[in-house]
């Protein structure tokens, strides 16, 4: 099981940032103008070489904290496929995906700023806070205090493998 799910996780590592390539590429300024970013629908959008690029780059942030959380999954996978469940890396990588979880709230939070200003081209932005950022927050947070539990299953391990 867990060798299935690192081969899932490991594809997405690899097809989220190509999406996101494909996206912008294949992306029409009538699509971009359904769109409604931070409250801020966008009428009337010209999609030039420019905006596609900075689009790509600003989208491309969340991205890479989301490449980075499926890469921890897929060392954690890889672990238990080899038999380490309660081992301290494994707890150190839960750790690193509950931060980057919550870092990613707030980069969804910047990034619906910058997405505003790139496609809209003004700079007055009205920012609201949605699902996207609240719910890296409440898995983050869970994610984070889980890797505690997995600290003290590490030592309990521990303590059990030289008790005689």
Request: aromatic fraction near 14%.
């Amino acid at each position: 099981m867990s060798k299935r799910l690192r081969f899932i996780v490991q594809m997405m590592y690899y097809l989220i940032p190509i999406m996101n390539v494909l996206y912008w590429l294949a992306i029409s300024e009538e699509t971009i103008n359904q769109l409604t970013i931070s409250s801020v629908p966008f009428d009337h959008v010209m999609l030039t070489p420019v905006s596609r690029t900075l689009g790509f780059l600003v989208t491309s942030i969340p991205i890479s904290l989301l490449m980075f959380i499926f890469y921890q999954f897929a060392c954690i996978f890889k672990n238990y496929s080899h038999g380490a469940v309660f081992c301290i890396e494994n707890a150190k990588r839960y750790k690193r995906v509950g931060l980057g979880l919550l870092v990613l709230a707030v980069t969804y939070f910047i990034t619906d700023i910058l997405m505003s200003i790139v496609l809209s081209g003004k700079t007055v932005v009205t920012v609201g806070i949605g699902a996207s950022q609240l719910y890296p927050i409440i898995f983050g947070a869970a994610i984070y205090i889980i890797s505690f539990i997995m600290e003290k299953a590490h030592q309990m391990d521990e303590d059990h493998k030289y008790t005689i």
